[in-house]
């Protein structure tokens, strides 16, 4: 039974930062690409961050380049989604997912390619 499990959300003043962590169980943990989707109220699920199976490589969304970073822990089975000079915009629940596939820069865009979604975590950036 695959599990994803966020956690590290919360409220934050603008400017400050935060860490996503996602633990990962029931899968083969280097055989995925694990992603970070957003969803604010009113609005569409968005892509966040995308981290390749090795580690290596990562893909941002514009709206969080230079500020999020995107890592994995191989020992542990974890994601983890850095945050730093947060915004009020950056305010939604935060999901992290896995895609038993190597995903490029469009396919790690797409939440579709994703088979495996953790529940969320509230992030909320007060101004």
């Known amino acids: 039974q695959v599990q994803l499990v966020e956690s590290g959300g919360g409220l934050v003043q603008a400017g400050g930062s935060l860490r996503l962590s996602c633990a990962a169980s029931g899968l083969t943990f280097g055989s995925i690409t694990m992603g970070w989707f957003r969803q604010a109220p009113g609005k569409e699920r968005e892509f966040v961050a995308a981290?390749?199976?090795?580690?290596?490589?990562?893909y941002y969304a514009d709206s969080v380049k230079g500020r999020f970073t995107a890592s994995r822990d191989s020992a542990k089975n974890t994601v983890s989604l850095q945050m730093n000079s947060l915004k009020p915009e950056d305010t939604a629940v935060y999901y992290c997912?896995?895609?038993?596939?190597?995903?490029?820069?469009?396919?790690?865009?797409?939440?579709?390619?994703?088979?495996?979604w953790g529940q969320g975590t509230q992030v909320t950036v007060s101004s």
């Open positions: 981290i390749s199976r090795s580690g290596v490589t990562t």
């Open positions: 997912a896995a895609a038993p596939d190597g995903l490029g820069y469009g396919g790690s865009r797409d939440h579709r390619r994703y088979d495996y």
